[in-house]
Nanobody
Framework: QVQLVESGGGLVQAGGSLRLSCSAS????????MGWFRQAPGKEREFVAA????????QYVDSVKGRFTIARDNAKNTVYLQMNSLKPEDTAVYYC???????????????????WGQGTQVTVSS
């Protein structure tokens, strides 16, 4: 079992930055593909970014490319999401997720991930 805890959310003005952290406990995540998802009120959960086990490959949803960066520190069992140039449409609850296989296949699908954090709220004001 892996327990994931997100932190770093908050209220920020448009154009500002936030860095989200996802700390894992209970089991190492160094063999897990890690992902960030978000869910705005009334909308489905949306893929934001994913990173391979080694950190050597990443993928982003088009709407955040060039603004967000996912990174991981396996020694600290932590994954990060650096968010720059934030926009009001980035407002959502952000979730960290870990898969149980280390597979890179279907990484944009929530169903590919076995473990989820409770989420952290990000609100971007205009």
């Amino acid at each position: 079992q892996v327990q994931l805890v997100e932190s770093g959310g908050g209220l920020v003005q448009a154009g500002g930055s936030l860095r989200l952290s996802c700390s894992a406990s209970g089991r190492t995540i160094r063999t897990s593909t890690m992902g960030w998802f978000r869910q705005a009120p009334g909308k489905e959960r949306e893929f934001v970014a994913a990173i391979t086990v080694s950190g050597g490959n990443t993928q982003y949803v088009d709407s955040v490319k060039g603004r967000f960066t996912i990174a991981r520190d396996n020694a600290k069992n932590t994954v990060y999401l650096q968010m720059n140039s934030l926009k009001p449409e980035d407002t959502a609850v952000y979730y960290c997720a870990a898969d149980s296989t280390g597979s890179w296949l279907l990484r944009w699908r929530p169903q590919s991930y076995a473990y989820w954090g409770q989420g952290t709220q990000v609100t971007v004001s205009s």
